[in-house]
C-alpha cells in the first residue's frame, strides 16, 4: 500500500477530524436523547464531542476584517 496513502487514512488533518467530532458528538447525543431511560453521562459526552469539534472548526475561520481595513476606518475619524 501506497505510504502516503496510509498515511491519509490514519492520520485525518485538523479539519476532517472536526467534522468528525461534530458528527460523532450529534449521533451520541441524539442516541442518548431517543431512549426512554436517558442516560446522562453519554449524552453529556456526545455535547462535549460536539462542542470540541464546533470550538475547533470555528479557531480554524479567518475573521472578515484584516488590520489594513479596520485601521482606515480608525483614521477617517
Do not use: C, H, W
Not at 458528527?23 to 462535549?48: E, H, P, R, V
Amino acid at each position: 500500500m501506497n505510504p502516503t496513502l496510509l498515511k491519509l487514512l490514519l492520520m485525518p488533518n485538523s479539519r476532517t477530524l472536526n467534522f468528525i467530532f461534530i458528527l460523532a458528538g450529534g449521533i451520541i447525543a441524539i442516541y442518548a436523547k431517543a431512549g426512554d431511560s436517558q442516560d446522562t453521562y453519554i449524552l453529556l459526552g456526545g455535547i462535549m464531542l460536539l462542542m470540541i469539534g464546533l470550538y475547533r472548526l470555528s479557531k480554524g475561520i479567518p475573521s472578515k476584517k484584516s488590520d489594513n481595513e479596520t485601521n482606515s476606518v480608525e483614521e477617517e475619524e
